[in-house]
């Protein structure tokens, strides 16, 4: 166990390294004053700021530059005015250039940060943690973020506010009105709120800041200036009701005799969010029958390995300030909550026999009776979030094939049943945070519970589940180096059935027949895990940056009622150390370079997994850039991979990565790249080569393309586990692996509030098998021991499965399914988005589906000519009003 020793010493040399350097100075901050307008009439927002009112406050300029080259002076200056009243924020900017043609004035959907732009930041809490953005391009595009953990952007934050841009010949101007009920703060008399301004000049992709930041900062929102002069401000409690009507109609082709595919469905539906300020800093969340039918369709995926796909929430609801209820536990996507388990597709099957001519409807997607989201951060440090939502439950619909009257010459009676797919089910997530230590440290806690009301049929689910966590991190030496920590543990109760499905699934896999630390117990009713992590390094100041850490997941772990886990029973340390070089030389502007050593281990002590990486980046002066790295993995062991048999290895692998791209600004650009993997004695390859093409003809249009090809060839793959006297006998084949997919985006503007949107992805994956070869030392280091080709006699293809007479007796001793296959996908979305008053949109969507096999033998051509082009399309329209009301 020597590698676990050399993570603790590496952790505890940190510590040490840290604690011994000289503190850093402390940056001077720079501090705004601003002015209530009082009787004075309020700005009007045209962009123009020749209002009276704007005369209350001088120009307040000497922006620095931050990017390329911090700490000088920028290329053109800035100025900025900020004024108050009792219900708004003024802000106004003035962006010198010395030819106003050349002001890139690119249209986008609103969070696209397109052209030239300006952009205030506040620290209404004043906690160097939190923050409110507002992001104003020259074409009137807004934008706007909340951001967290100091550094964390998150564009889902959707106020309401106003902005209006002009063109003059000194340059560019922004006026901006934020109603206070959109920020969070204090009821104190005078308060004081953190501030920072940043600006982007397109022509030379130039960031300065109104308060000067270090080239290395360990934070953003740490490193702000201040707003003072707000006297007197009363925080407004924010109320705003969204209804919503919406009709669809779907259209498809209609299936002979099935009931519930008729060719055409329609439907009116009508829903409600709110938003309601509890108090100044704590808004409580409310939707009742919401609906999602503008959001984008997953890409497409296929995965051999077993394991769920991890998809990212797309719902606005969920979406929206998702950052205060974020509890990862290391490894990925692993998380105490992931909202998709809300309203996620129902888990039971049906009774219907095809035999007898019986068709199922099972819905696509649970319905969300309701969902309520209390969040919020208090002035003394407290951020709280609080989610309940309620799902529906879920029946299938069974009915005779409308061809069919008769069954074995009898009269069919009673044909049509509904049968429980999915419980009633109540979904809790608490969460909560508190800042102390001058605003340096916090400790958080975390509580969820998913509770089911199980009915007959459904016993294999979790009559309930219960996860919760401690987390905390320090800051010291200016934020300069920092020590966090996370501890979870999990709960799950239900009947035998279900506990042993969850010992058996692919997340724990008990049934392991080498591992002695786990064993399925069939009696049991519920199980219990914990799970953590540990990491301390250094994260800003200075060059060098470098952490070193360890999570594990207890066998026992569960997350997956409300959560995510892709594994339990792991166990993993890293190191890295990462040079960064902010300051731009004759040939770049930015470049950074780093190293990492991970290690894995099961709970039962096996050694399963090193790995060396080296990670490079390259922004060049012409604003082209270079991104690349290498790994060698002399050790890979996997628990899964025999789907419940023992440790598998796989032989020693190398893989290199390598893109290049040139300048985003230029109205046509390119991303191009290849990942390339390979294993020894050809086990394994992966080929990847992915092309992205960007290209903005005019203003208002912008189209991208990204075209993605892959081969995955293995000599190994898995296949099916079968017996052979009274032994398992795990299958493999040799799959030649081959997936192509493009993703065609087009936006066009008519203006900053009216757009259109297209996107489109067709996907195809191919698996074609050979060379059949079965298990007999799954920890062999050389492949040919550790595993057995079938010979052409043992093997004999029979209606569409491999019979197999292992022992060449003449009898069959198993068989198994031919696994060939082809998948074809292709999904689309177009959305005509009209934001007629802010807060208020109309949406009018056209979506198209295909899904679909293909024959392997066949070119992708010819997949996409039989299976694309010629295979009739599920069409949905759908047309969808909300009105905000800003009570």
């Known amino acids: 166990m020597r590698i676990p020793l050399l993570s603790i010493f590496v952790l505890i040399g940190l510590a040490l390294q840290s604690y011994g350097q000289d503190r850093d100075s402390v940056r001077v901050k720079r501090v705004f004053t601003t002015k209530n307008i009082g009787a004075m009439a309020s700005p009007k927002i045209d962009g123009i700021m020749e209002d009276e009112a704007w005369g209350l406050v001088e120009w307040a300029g000497d922006f620095i530059e931050f990017q390329p080259d911090t700490g000088t002076a920028p290329t053109e200056q800035t100025l900025m005015k900020i004024l108050y009243d009792d219900k708004n924020l003024y802000v106004g900017f003035k962006c010198y250039q010395k030819d106003p043609s050349t002001i890139e004035r690119r249209l986008g959907r609103r969070d696209t940060f397109p052209g030239d732009w300006v952009e205030i930041n506040i620290d209404s809490y004043n906690d160097d943690r939190t923050a409110f953005s507002f992001t104003a391009s020259s074409s009137g595009v807004k934008s706007d973020e909340f951001v967290s953990n100091n550094d964390n952007f998150d564009t889902s934050w ?87 009507t919406l009709t669809q109609l779907d259209s498809y082709e209609a299936e002979d005799g099935n009931p519930f595919r008729d060719g055409q469905d329609s439907k009116l539906a009508a829903g409600l969010d709110a938003k309601i300020g509890i108090t100044n800093d704590l808004t409580l969340d409310l939707t009742i029958n919401p609906d999602f039918g503008q959001v984008d369709a997953d890409p497409g995926a296929i995965a051999l390995d077993g394991f769920e796909i991890f998809f990212q929430e797309r719902r606005p609801f969920f979406v929206e300030n998702k950052s205060v209820f974020d509890y990862g536990i290391g490894g990925g996507p692993d998380n105490l909550f992931f909202s998709r388990r809300i309203g996620r597709t129902p888990q039971g099957s049906t009774t219907a026999n095809s035999d007898l001519g019986e068709y199922e409807d099972i819905p696509n997607f649970t319905t969300i009776l309701g969902a309520a989201k209390f969040s919020g951060k208090t002035q003394n440090g407290w951020t709280i979030g609080l989610l309940e939502s309620v799902t529906a439950k879920e029946y299938a619909e069974v009915a005779l094939d409308t061809r069919t009257e008769v069954i074995n010459g009898l009269p069919v009676i009673g044909n049509e049943r509904k049968e429980i ?39 294999f689910l979790h009559k309930a589940a219960y996860t919760g ?66 990491e301390i390094g250094k994260g800003g100041g200075g060059n060098w940056r470098y952490s070193a850490g360890a999570f594990w997941k207890s066998p026992e772990l569960e997350l997956n009622d409300i959560g995510f886990l892709r594994q339990a029973d792991d166990l993993r340390q890293y190191a890295n150390i990462r040079r960064v070089f902010n300051q731009p030389t004759s040939w770049f502007r930015q470049a950074n370079f780093s190293t990492e050593i991970s290690t894995a281990f099961d709970f039962e002590g096996n050694y399963n997994r090193i790995q060396y990486e080296i990670n490079g980046f390259i922004n060049f002066k012409n604003n082209s850039l270079i991104d690349f790295g290498a790994a060698h993995k002399p050790r890979i062991f996997v628990n899964a991979f025999l789907r419940g048999g023992p440790r598998w290895r796989y032989n020693e692998e190398n893989f290199w990565y390598f893109f290049f791209g040139t300048d985003s600004r230029k109205k ?25 093409f960007n290209y903005q003809p005019i203003n208002s249009l912008s189209i991208s393309l990204n075209t993605e090809y892959s081969q995955n060839p293995s000599r190994t793959q ?49 698996a074609k098998f050979s060379d059949f070869n ?43 399914n031919d696994p060939d296959f082809a998948f074809v996908q292709f999904r689309s979305n177009l959305v005509l988005r009209w934001e007629y008053i802010p807060g208020s949109e109309i949406f009018l969507v056209w979506s198209q589906g295909i899904t679909g096999s293909g024959d392997v033998n066949n070119s992708f051509g010819s997949i996409i000519n039989n299976q694309l082009l010629n295979q009739k399309a599920n069409n949905t329209f759908l047309l969808k009003a909300t009105y905000r009301f800003n009570l």
Do not use: C
């Open 421 to 459: 797919v999915e419980p009633l089910t109540n979904y809790l997530v608490a969460r909560a945070q508190k800042d102390f230590n001058e605003r340096n440290s916090y400790v958080g806690g975390i509580f969820t519970a998913t509770n089911r009301q199980l009915e007959a049929d459904l016993d």
């Open 158 to 244: 959707n106020p309401i506010w106003f902005l209006s841009t002009h063109v003059d010949a000194d340059g560019w101007t922004a006026e901006i009105r934020i109603p206070l009920s959109q920020l969070r703060f204090s009821n104190a008399q005078e308060q004081v709120w953190g501030l920072q301004a940043t600006r982007r000049y397109f022509n030379n992709e130039e960031r300065s800041l109104w308060q000067a930041v270090d080239a290395n900062p360990p934070g953003w929102v740490s490193e702000f200036g201040e707003l003072q002069g707000l006297i007197g401000l009363v925080p407004q409690k924010q109320l705003e009701i969204q209804p919503y």
């Open 469 to 534: 966590g401690i987390d905390f991190k320090h800051n010291w030496k200016n934020r300069t180096y920092y020590m966090e920590g996370v501890f979870t543990f999990s709960k799950v109760l239900g009947s035998e059935l279900a506990i042993e499905e969850t010992q058996r699934s692919i997340t724990h896999l008990f049934q392991r027949s080498d591992a002695s630390h786990v064993s399925v117990d069939p009696t049991r009713t519920s199980l219990s895990g914990t799970g953590g992590r540990f």
């Open 774 to 816: 079965y298990v007999v030392n799954a920890t062999s280091e050389n492949i040919d021991n550790r595993v057995s080709w079938y010979s052409e006699e043992q093997l004999q293809f029979n209606n569409g499965s491999y019979e197999v007479d292992e022992d060449l007796n003449g009898t069959v001793d198993y068989s198994f």
């Open 718 to 766: 898995y296949v099916s586990e079968q017996n052979f006297g009274n032994q398992p006998r795990y299958i493999l084949g040799a799959i030649d692996q081959e997936t192509l997919s493009t993703t065609l985006r087009l936006n066009y503007n008519l203006n900053p509030n009216l757009s259109l949107q297209y996107y489109g992805q067709p996907f195809i994956f191919k």
């Open 668 to 692: 046509f650009s390119i991303i191009a790249g290849t990942v390339n993997s390979q294993a020894t004695q050809n086990n394994f390859s992966f080929y990847n080569y992915e092309l992205r």
